[in-house]
């Protein structure tokens, strides 16, 4: 699909999701594997955004649903976060959130939303945090779909080594991890034959092979095994701490408005 056509389904579902929800949009990305870098030509778009009600919304004694989600329409799959829930997961450091201030196709940003977001996001990163959700997710992966089996889906590979990777990146202090799995793989995979490796099954998930099941890579196998308990045996980074004022004086600007 031409990408101007993609982009215009996009801003046509989150006008409906304004229209249908009284909601305006802040802020909406590209996530998941179109982001990432591998996408197969019939991937889905994951699209996700930042959203705020009504003023008038807020001031209730209820507790109300802070998500949207939309059907998966053909291949869009569109889901949001109210503001109030992105700032307090962003205290945590939530790594997802993260991610989408970096990923590489915007669809809808408020420019002083953007930057000022941005702004509390690298007051509020913790490599340390990010850094276990990733370890997690490596961890998860390797266990649930590549570890101890005679066959595995080749593209399940990718899903371990980019938070892998992602805990790499943090341990290096390079600082928040880019959405990117070639900006990954360029500047913290050195080991020429993992990354060739890598490289390949990359090509063959762009060009639309599901990669289905086979025998295990030797080398990814190799390194996975060693890099997983080198990682889990590292002192954790550094914690760090916001202030929170400011994500109560930016909730105020931003949300609560007529």
């Not at 990733?134 to 390797?142: P, R, S, V």
């Not at 899903?159 to 913290?188: H, T």
Request: hydrophobic share 45%; charged share 30%; proline share 5%.
């Amino acid at each position: 699909m031409h990408r101007n056509e993609v982009h215009q389904r996009v801003r046509d579902a989150l006008a409906r999701v304004e229209a249908g929800h009284n909601v305006r949009v802040l802020f909406a990305c590209e996530s998941g594997s179109r982001a990432w870098g591998f996408a197969s030509r019939d991937s889905d778009y994951d699209v996700r955004f930042l959203y705020v009600h009504r003023r008038d919304w807020y001031l209730s004694v209820e507790d109300r649903r802070d998500v949207i989600e939309r059907p998966i329409a053909d291949d869009l799959d569109v889901s949001g976060w109210e503001l109030r829930k992105a700032l307090r997961l962003l205290r945590k450091s939530n790594p997802p959130l993260l991610e989408w201030l970096k990923s590489p196709v915007v669809y809808r940003h408020d420019p002083v939303f953007a930057v000022e977001f941005g702004a509390l996001a690298a007051e509020f990163y913790s490599p340390r945090r990010c850094f276990a959700h990733y370890l997690h997710m490596a961890h998860g992966n390797w266990r649930d779909y590549l570890r101890g089996r005679e066959a595995v889906s080749l593209k399940k590979y990718l899903y371990v080594f980019r938070p892998l990777l992602a805990c790499r990146w943090i341990e290096r202090q390079l600082g928040p991890v880019p959405m990117l799995f070639a900006q990954l793989v360029g500047s913290v995979l050195e080991e020429a034959e993992v990354r060739a490796a890598l490289d390949a099954l990359v090509v063959r998930k762009q060009a639309g092979d599901e990669l289905a099941v086979a025998p295990p890579v030797e080398v990814l196998m190799r390194f996975l095994e060693a890099e997983l308990p080198r990682l889990e045996a590292l002192h954790e980074p550094d914690e760090t701490a916001g202030d929170v004022e400011e994500l109560n004086r930016f909730f105020r600007r931003h949300a609560l408005v007529a």
